[in-house]
């Protein structure tokens, strides 16, 4: 058995700051993870049984396999004993296996108490204020089904930036839709602006200003702390001293958002000296960099192995659009022509790509859904390629659009061979 079967999986979105703060803590701790990149538009069906509100970062148990489970474990098996949903949670149970450095505390009642008060403001006042700066319009009067929408993912759902690796490409275009996000977020996906792009068109409008406000008087409370905790020698200190805590690194991502909402104007604030410093120091010290790379920070969505896959040509699919069902089998051949449509289990992806599509510069990479097709009336038989004993999914009948919970485009630069393992 290798260690990977023994590692917890983590779901996680690079970009989202309750994600960032867990890998920071899972990161200070040495513990190794399974990493799951996620699309929030798209969340696949393991996430969805394991988090009540489908969000990230989420911490599972182990998966042992079946042969691994006859194998005696080298060492104990490190995860949680159920699934943590809650970023904090995490962090803390991180902590709880090796906190080189004390982020939590231990044995500091008084420190403890502060951390809970500072972390209760800013996942409550300040997270609120900042849901509303940054995307005003969609919590503004009359817009009371997107208000909706975002409050019902837990103010998640103005997290997801487009597409993980960053090109804000829709998903589930042509009509699909990823129906398995049971809060209804992925409406809201497609057309969010990138975290660092200009946000005039989101936060337009005196509400946004009035939120903005808002956040800055929790903000001055922070640079307040952070000011008197400065060292008489220079430099600056931290939440609760001389040195990180748990509060420091939990709140440090948020601050980071909203200063990115208008890095201009939070830059050139004459009152939150210590509080730029402090945030400075984050942006550029190793412990955010180190969560943004590799292996923690992929750009590229894991893959279900629950999900169905198939490769089409961006003309191909363009043509299926107005037509509702696609009827391509594989590249030159028609659903007509083989009798069914060849797709691929995630782990055969990048396998398939190489043989039959490694001259083509765009491709359109479908992930659908095989309830979907089974609720379609599409029968999906597991089959051997020719001339190898490799089961294949082939799909008995032409590919309704609404099967397809998302559709990439796929470059070559990128390799599906690292989210298809
Ligand atoms: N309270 C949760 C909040 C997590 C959360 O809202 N995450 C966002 C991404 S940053 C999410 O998954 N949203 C779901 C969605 O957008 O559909 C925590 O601390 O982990």
Redesign the pocket.
């Known amino acids: 058995m290798n260690d990977a079967s023994l590692r917890p999986i983590f779901y996680s ?1 690079r ?5 960032i ?2 890998r920071l803590a899972l990161a200070s701790a040495g513990l190794a993870v399974e990493i799951r990149e996620v699309s ?2 798209c ?1 696949p069906p393991e996430l969805l049984a394991a988090s009540p ?6 911490l599972l148990p182990p998966v042992a396999s079946p042969a691994a489970a006859l194998v005696a474990a080298p060492r104990p098996v490190t995860g949680p004993a159920q699934p943590l ?6 962090m803390r149970w991180a902590l709880s296996h090796h906190d080189p450095q004390d982020w939590l505390r231990q044995g500091d009642a008084e420190a403890q108490a502060l951390m809970g008060e500072l972390l209760a403001a800013c ?1 409550g006042p300040f997270k609120h204020h900042l849901d509303r700066f940054k995307y005003a319009s969609r919590y503004r009067a009359g817009d009371g089904q997107a208000q909706g929408i975002a409050e019902a ?8 930036h487009g597409q993980p690796d960053g090109r804000g490409e829709s998903v589930g275009q042509g009509g699909a839709r990823c129906q398995g ?1 049971r ?1 209804g ?2 409406d ?2 497609g057309d969010i602006a990138p975290e660092n792009t200009n946000p005039s068109d989101t936060r337009s409008g005196a509400d946004g200003e009035t939120h903005r406000l808002a956040a800055l008087v929790v903000l001055r409370g922070w640079n307040a702390r952070l000011a008197a905790a400065e060292p008489a020698s220079g430099g600056c200190g931290w939440l609760l001293g001389s040195r990180p805590a748990l509060a420091d690194w939990a709140l440090l991502p948020f601050v980071r958002q909203f200063r990115l909402v208008d890095p201009a104007t939070f830059d050139a604030a004459g009152d939150l000296p210590a509080l730029q410093a402090w945030l400075e120091r984050f942006e550029q010290g190793p412990e955010l960099a180190a969560v943004l790379a590799e292996p923690w920070g992929p750009r590229q969505p894991w893959r279900s192995p629950s999900w169905l896959y198939h490769l089409a040509l961006p003309q191909e699919w363009a043509e299926a659009q107005p037509l509702g069902e696609y009827r391509r089998s594989t590249r030159g051949q028609s659903l007509e022509q083989v009798g069914f449509i060849h797709a691929s289990y995630a782990q055969q992806l990048e396998a398939t790509r190489q043989r039959f599509y490694a001259d083509l510069p765009q491709l359109r990479l479908l992930t659908i859904d095989p309830q979907r097709l089974a609720a379609a009336g599409v029968a999906v038989r597991a089959e051997p390629a020719p001339g190898s004993g490799e089961l294949f999914p082939h799909l008995y009948g032409p590919l309704p659009l609404s099967a397809v919970v998302a559709a990439e485009s796929w470059r070559p630069d990128r390799a599906l061979a690292a989210v298809a393992a």
């Open positions: 979105f970009r989202c700051p309750y994600a703060r867990a929030l538009a969340k509100r489908g969000t990230v970062p989420a949903t809650e970023s904090l949670e995490i996942d993912a837990g103010s998640g759902a103005v997290e997801d996000n809060d977020g992925a809201l996906k």
